[in-house]
């Protein structure tokens, strides 16, 4: 020990190396990373303005672009998790007392009204039960009644399993001179979306759902409409980390430095990124109604009912009805200590009353479909004797 | 192909597997993360709510105590990079109107303000010269004469590479009902730093530096006075992401759900300050400013000049002044192309003037400065040829 300086040595630091269970993660994400996805996370760093960095950079854009099928320039990873994609969206662009029309059925449309108000909008909504959808035409007249100046819509909502129609939203903001905001968290590498067809105007992700990468990077889109808003603002974006007139120089050709960029976590995106590209989309989408489909079979087979009606049931995210006289969060805790197995309960309106199940990305196999019916079932007899 | 989606492929997603060359990081930041760090980047993830991640989590708020030499229970690792819990500090701490004095002696003194006023303050400033530092007595007069609500000052400014002195600063903000917020990025685990011994109310720091962990996540630590301010805010924080009101309440005991915290980092993040653990914080201080002496003697033996005076002169980042008639930018391109080393120019005022050079955490052996002396000296010869 040194003697210069005195050190106080009185913390519980007694840790050993890194160990954690092996879980199959089949809650609503963080889902398993594909096993390529975690060696390149481990890859030595470079710093953010080497140039083999900015060739990361571009790629990873570009690869972005076709896992959400848009030709947005501005399309780029966040440096944070989805939640930081999110307020990325609201932050920029909404002014003090825009009118915004959320709609909600669920959790995260009730997070959108919370962080739109942080911003100084004036919140409009319409609200269906949780686990319903809106349908485009409900929508419409709403936006027609409340003239707002962004829509935000969940798409697949982590919630309760529904996946909201937006194919139709497009031309209908359009018409009303309003941005159509879509979060796409839980849909964007697992179920069929189209930004540029669907004209949406901005939309964000999270990395460790569909697209098998772990948290802490979050995929952003902004198109022509959003990019001309921003660039219009009165004010100044009322956050800096997020400010995407600042970001934008960095991932764009000025390469202005803004803040450090997650180095790793861009590697980890990428590989991601070029799992997509490699499967293809269209076959990644299937994959993962396939594999939902003998899931949902299989719950049928067991009694079990979904709390969302098939039509408009996410094939990333299933909530299964817990049936009476059983205690869900013994299930959880059952098949977590006994198969490693990691199932979520319900949120909000939802607690105590579903699971949420999830299959995204890489854990949409299966084997794991397969296992996930076997142990449920045997966690159902279990606390049902 | 399926036959049932309409994909378009028409994106330049040609891309291999991810490969980048082996980098000497010797600028301001990233500097190379120690390899047992990425080894653990890619250990297999578990939810962020697993039993055995809350135990992770409560292990890195122990450490990061030990590192910081604090008993602050609200010790904990954001989820984006330094810039992320710099702007918590900021956005938690002030509300609109509050009088926030800002001493600039730099580049990231700039950055407070401009962060600050985005919440709302007022800000007065005192300035310096770019590479000076404050006495305490000019701060303490500073702090008599405006009586702001917060003094926010940079402990080490990784622009000009000076080391502000912040001991004595606590007792005359506590004194005047002031908060202390110290941005500690390029201090934390390289330079001797008290945070309860000084009592800074409020501190932040990055992962990337002398921590020598990959950036995207980042300590912060508030002391009581710093929770008091933010527990009687009248108005909601002004920032989702980073509202500790919230944040808080997943690091402390109630573990409720409010971002999905990235996993992976916090399991490099915490390898990390065992490593700092295993050291002991006096034999790494002591490491970093014995190689930096070493450096700097490299230095006067060539000719070069810091730009920083000895006595206030930061270990982990040195300025080093452009000889007359050397092309900065040309000496930065041929280390990076022959050797692959990364070093930095000026930032701002000190743009073209110096070189920014880091030896932080795991880089700071005495190779590396062997190999950086030999290198600079090599390519000022070829600059000058």
């Avoid at 030595?44 to 959400?68: N, T």
Wanted: aromatic share 8%.
């Amino acid at each position: 020990m040194s003697k210069k300086y005195i050190i106080n040595n009185d913390y519980n630091n007694a840790t050993g190396q890194l160990d954690v269970p092996s879980r199959f993660l089949f809650g609503p994400g963080p889902s398993n990373a594909h096993p390529r996805v975690l060696q390149q996370l481990g890859m030595r760093q470079v710093g953010h303005l080497d140039p083999a960095f900015l060739k990361i950079m571009q790629e990873s854009q570009e690869l972005l672009r076709y896992a959400w099928q848009t030709k947005n320039r501005m399309t780029i990873p966040v440096s944070g998790t989805g939640s930081a994609a999110m307020e990325a969206c609201f932050a920029n662009l909404i002014e003090p007392g825009d009118r915004v029309l959320v709609a909600v059925n669920g959790y995260f449309g009730l997070r959108m009204i919370d962080m739109a108000q942080r911003y100084g909008a004036e919140i409009v909504q319409v609200n269906k039960a949780w686990g319903d959808v809106f349908t485009i035409n409900e929508l419409e007249k709403a936006v027609q009644e409340f003239k707002p100046k962004m829509l935000a819509v969940v798409h697949a909502e982590t919630s309760t399993g529904a996946c909201q129609p937006i194919d139709g939203l497009g031309k209908i903001c359009r018409d009303a001179d309003c941005l159509l905001v879509v979060d796409t968290v839980t849909s964007l590498g697992g179920v069929p979306l189209f930004i540029d067809d669907w004209e949406i105007d901005a939309a964000y992700s999270g990395s460790q759902k569909c697209l098998s990468c772990p948290p802490g990077i979050a995929p952003l889109t902004f198109g022509d409409r959003a990019l001309e808003k921003l660039m219009n603002r009165k004010n100044t974006v009322a956050n800096w980390y997020l400010d995407l007139t600042m970001v934008g120089k960095y991932w764009g050709s000025e390469r202005t430095y803004h803040h450090t960029a997650p180095i790793n976590m861009n590697y980890a995106l990428r590989e991601a990124l070029r799992l997509v590209v490699e499967e293809g989309l269209a076959e990644r989408w299937e994959r993962h109604q396939k594999n939902a489909n003998t899931f949902w079979d299989g719950l049928e087979a067991m009694g079990l009912k979904c709390h969302v009606p098939a039509s408009h049931r996410l094939p990333s995210l299933t909530t299964v009805c817990v049936p009476e006289g059983v205690d869900a969060k013994a299930v959880q805790t059952h098949l977590l200590h006994t198969c490693n197995i990691e199932i979520a309960g319900g949120l909000g309106e939802l607690a105590g009353k579903v699971w949420r199940i999830g299959l995204m990305g890489y854990n949409s196999r299966e084997e794991n479909v397969l296992l996930l019916l076997t142990a449920l079932e045997k966690a159902l007899s279990n606390s049902q004797s």
